[in-house]
């Protein structure tokens, strides 16, 4: 499924994020893998974000685009 | 199969049986009690900090910092009578912290704890006749110039009066964390030193409560240790010999996060009555700020410092500043108390059920794999029922949201035997009128029907370390459903740790049916607050049906069809599982399930969930029917030893069950089970 929000943290040694949800309460969905397609210049906190997670959980949370 | 009572067995599946149906309301959920709270106290005092506690004798004790710097002081000896509530007495100069009202149930003495007006110095007074006279203030304890007490919290020790433990927030006055959690002893009627918190300081500690089960087990609201400081609600034990070694911390376990440092946490307080309750305030510091107290429910058998709390259920209380709801349990009266700055409510522990046996004129039950529910006809002839849900009636606990148990069975020997039906909430009441007859309709549902409306509040996420059996655990516990393995649940269960997301807003049953949507266990309801899951390749016990001595079938279909797969492979990175019937496939040709699960981390693994998704799809085939006198104990995945006319045995599954009873026509009381026939090559299968 899908999921969109606010791009909170990045870390790019490990080319993981933090993402604020939408519709959500304050809480990120952290450890986010970022897809190696997005440059390290785009990755500005702040920025909207679409997150894809596993359904069943097998796959860890993978950030597909930046805006 | 369910256990039913000997005279039960006895007669089960006989022609002209006298139905039994015993109907009970109950004000609570899953068997956690809903408390229906009643105004008792409603004055004008100002938002700062108090506590209560309740004395041997009932009465309850009260303590307040005023907006002018005095700690208050009440009594109130009959506090279920709102004409008591609430004689204020001053007795000393206070900062403002919330005060500690340390009362014993079986004692009179009393002890209050308040911080100084120096703001680092603790200070006692003590009552040995519950509360009535005090002794003179006197400082226990100074911290450091420049360091600042934020919150404090004592409890006594187990069952004695004399030892009592003081837990208080110190800020060390600098800036950053530096904030820690210190602990005081009283024993043999004088104060010991502090001993400090052997863990990495907090940013800050707003506030502490805590209580004595073996351990000291405190609640703490603060923000966390790095910057930015982000808003927690922590539980931690200190050690008294029962899990933890006796003068020993535990680690801060989150309850409660927050990503912002405009939305916090404030104020816990908690109290162990029928259950472990707690509130707390979330406090939202944007634009359209607000303070909202919450209320949650442990699980009956889990420990303080797990995740298995019920949701945060919004109260009406709202302070202007962070005062906080303090809960007290009188356990001889069982009455609740809810007690605010300004504000005091009482609710009183059912003890019987409102009992509607005698109204029921006809009922159908129905459980699938994917939810069911109950509907009930109620006489309503006398009109007696036409008030029900209202606070003034009788029949005030029929309403949405009660406990609906339905218990049915036999006249036997010239009295009534019963077995119960699986708990369902109430979810409508209908007045019908038709024909001269008044009845009253009451459709309740099931536990799937209960976490179909649950919705997430906020983002739960589950970072890969914990099994798919303590995810359920905790998605479960959001309705106050435990989650346990029936018999055996399969490996998967308890080696596959997913990295699970439940975004806000998704529901409870989608979280669930995509949690287990991988895993080959079956899931059915033990009836009264959990959900057991169960690896299909169990057998569990059997009834026999349809032979010599055994309970006749009125009417059955066996059917025999393809499964919506027979050959299921699943891989993980770089491990792969597969299992397959050659016999269907020869037949229907190759019907696959195909699915990639990270989680899945050996060929082991894979191999046990292709394994198991191969029996689920077995089950999930075309579906016979049998149609039968009650079998008062069948269960969801019952096993059935079904003999046929023809003399040929053949063992068939439970899949569904649909039970309807109506006292107006005699003859109807049957059920209706779904069933699906075993493969020849399951145990037991083909005879």
């Given at each position: 499924m899908m999921a969109w929000g606010v791009l909170a943290a990045v870390n790019l040694s490990t080319y993981t994020a933090s993402v604020a949800l939408a519709d959500s309460r304050p809480a990120y969905l952290r450890d986010v893998v970022v897809s190696r397609g997005i440059p390290a210049s785009e990755l500005v906190v702040g920025r909207?974000?679409?997150?894809?997670?596993?359904?069943?959980?097998?796959?860890?949370?993978?950030?597909?685009?930046v805006w | 199969m369910r256990a039913i009572p000997e005279a039960l067995q006895a007669v089960q599946g006989r022609p002209q049986l006298r139905p039994a149906v015993r109907l009970e309301v109950w004000s609570r959920r899953f068997g956690l009690w809903r408390p229906a709270w009643q105004t008792l106290y409603a004055g004008s005092e100002s938002a700062h900090g108090h506590d209560a506690g309740l004395c041997a004798d009932g009465a309850l004790v009260r303590a307040r910092v005023d907006e002018n710097g005095y700690l208050q002081v009440a009594r109130i000896p009959h506090p279920e009578d709102p004409d008591e509530w609430c004689p204020w007495q001053m007795l000393a100069t206070a900062d403002d912290v919330a005060p500690a009202v340390i009362t014993h149930p079986t004692s009179s003495e009393v002890h209050i704890l308040w911080v100084g007006t120096i703001h680092r110095n603790i200070r006692w007074t003590r009552s040995t006749d519950g509360g009535v006279t005090w002794s003179t203030p006197a400082q226990i304890l100074s911290?450091?110039?420049?360091?600042?007490?934020?919150?404090?919290?004592?409890?006594?020790?187990?069952?004695?009066?004399?030892?009592?433990?003081?837990?208080?927030?110190?800020?060390?006055?600098?800036?950053?964390?530096?904030?820690?959690?210190?602990?005081?002893?009283?024993?043999?009627?004088s104060w010991g030193t502090s001993s400090a918190w052997s863990y990495g300081p907090r940013y800050s500690f707003?506030?502490?409560?805590?209580?004595?089960?073996?351990?000291?087990?405190?609640?703490?609201?603060?923000?966390?240790?790095?910057?930015?400081?982000?808003?927690?609600?922590?539980?931690?034990?200190?050690?008294?010999?029962?899990?933890?070694?006796?003068?020993?911390?535990?680690?801060?376990?989150?309850?409660?996060?927050?990503?912002?440092?405009?939305?916090?946490?404030?104020?816990?307080?908690?109290?162990?009555?029928?259950?472990?309750?707690?509130?707390?305030?979330?406090?939202?510091?944007?634009?359209?700020?607000?303070?909202?107290?919450?209320?949650?429910?442990?699980?009956?058998?889990?420990?303080?410092?797990?995740?298995?709390?019920?949701?945060?259920?919004?109260?009406?209380?709202?302070?202007?500043?962070?005062?906080?709801?303090?809960?007290?349990?009188?356990?001889?009266?069982?009455?609740?108390?809810?007690i605010g700055h300004d504000r005091a409510w009482c609710a009183v522990q059912e003890t019987e059920p409102l009992e509607l046996g005698e109204r029921v004129v006809a009922y159908t039950y129905n459980e699938m794999p994917a939810g069911g529910g109950l509907v009930v006809m109620l006489d309503?002839?006398?009109?007696?029922?036409?008030?029900?849900?209202?606070?003034?009636?009788?029949?005030?606990?029929?309403?949405?949201?009660?406990?609906?148990?339905?218990?049915?069975?036999?006249?036997?020997?010239?009295?009534?035997?019963?077995?119960?039906?699986?708990?369902?909430?109430?979810?409508?009441?209908?007045?019908?009128?038709?024909?001269?007859?008044?009845?009253?309709?009451?459709?309740?549902?099931?536990?799937?029907?209960?976490?179909r409306g649950w919705r997430a509040g906020r983002l739960f996420s589950w970072d890969g370390t914990r099994t798919t059996a303590s995810i359920g655990a905790d998605l479960l516990a959001q309705v106050g459903l435990d989650f346990a393995a029936d018999g055996a649940g399969s490996d998967l269960m308890s080696t596959r740790t997913p990295r699970f997301v439940v975004p806000a807003g998704q529901d409870g049953a989608t979280a669930l049916r995509r949690l287990m949507a991988n895993l080959p266990d079956l899931l059915r309801f033990d009836g009264y607050g959990t959900v057991l899951f169960r690896d299909p390749a169990v057998l569990p016990a059997a009834f026999a049906v349809?032979?010599?001595?055994?309970?006749?079938?009125?009417?059955?279909?066996?059917?025999?069809?393809?499964?919506?797969?027979?050959?299921?492979?699943?891989?993980?990175?770089?491990?792969?599982?597969?299992?397959?019937?050659?016999?269907?496939?020869?037949?229907?040709?190759?019907?696959?399930?195909?699915?990639?699960?990270?989680?899945?981390?050996?060929?082991?693994?894979?191999?046990?969930?292709?394994?198991?998704?191969?029996?689920?799809?077995?089950?999930?085939?075309?579906?016979?029917?049998?149609r039968l006198r009650p079998l008062w104990g069948v269960e969801l995945w019952d096993v059935l030893d079904w003999t046929r006319r023809d003399g040929s045995r053949r063992q068939v599954r439970v899949v569904g069950i649909q039970e309807r009873c109506d006292m107006r026509r005699r003859g109807i009381y049957e059920q209706r089970l779904s069933v699906v026939a075993l493969s020849d090559d399951e145990p037991g299968g083909g005879v």
């Open positions: 909207r974000a679409a997150v894809w997670i596993d359904e069943a959980g097998g796959s860890a949370p993978l950030l597909l685009a | 911290e450091p110039s420049g360091s600042r007490i934020t919150a404090l919290a004592g409890v006594f020790r187990g069952q004695s009066p004399y030892e009592l433990y003081l837990f208080y927030a110190l800020d060390a006055g600098g800036a950053g964390a530096d904030d820690v959690l210190k602990v005081v002893r009283y024993a043999g009627g707003n506030g502490l409560d805590v209580l004595w089960q073996g351990d000291f087990w405190l609640v703490a609201a603060g923000r966390d240790s790095a910057s930015p400081y982000l808003p927690r609600l922590w539980t931690l034990a200190y050690g008294d010999g029962w899990e933890y070694p006796a003068g020993t911390w535990a680690a801060l376990a989150e309850l409660e996060a927050s990503d912002s440092t405009q939305f916090q946490f404030a104020a816990p307080a908690w109290c162990a009555g029928d259950a472990v309750r707690l509130s707390y305030l979330e406090r939202w510091d944007g634009a359209n700020a607000y303070r909202q107290a919450c209320l949650r429910t442990l699980l009956p058998a889990a420990s303080l410092g797990s995740a298995r709390w019920t949701d945060a259920e919004p109260v009406g209380y709202a302070p202007a500043a962070d005062a906080a709801l303090c809960l007290c349990w009188d356990a001889s009266a069982g009455r609740l108390y809810r309503n002839r006398d009109g007696a029922l036409s008030q029900a849900g209202q606070d003034d009636s009788p029949y005030a606990a029929l309403r949405p949201g009660a406990e609906l148990r339905l218990a049915r069975g036999a006249w036997a020997a010239g009295a009534p035997y019963y077995a119960d039906l699986p708990a369902g909430m109430v979810t409508a009441l209908e007045w019908r009128e038709s024909q001269g007859t008044s009845r009253l309709i009451v459709r309740a549902e099931d536990w799937w029907g209960v976490l349809g032979g010599a001595g055994e309970p006749a079938v009125l009417e059955g279909a066996l059917v025999r069809g393809a499964a919506w797969a027979n050959l299921c492979q699943a891989s993980g990175d770089g491990v792969f599982g597969w299992a397959l019937e050659l016999d269907a496939i020869q037949e229907m040709g190759t019907r696959r399930r195909v699915w990639y699960d990270a989680a899945l981390l050996s060929a082991a693994q894979a191999g046990q969930a292709a394994g198991g998704m191969l029996r689920r799809a077995g089950l999930e085939g075309p579906a016979g029917w049998l």
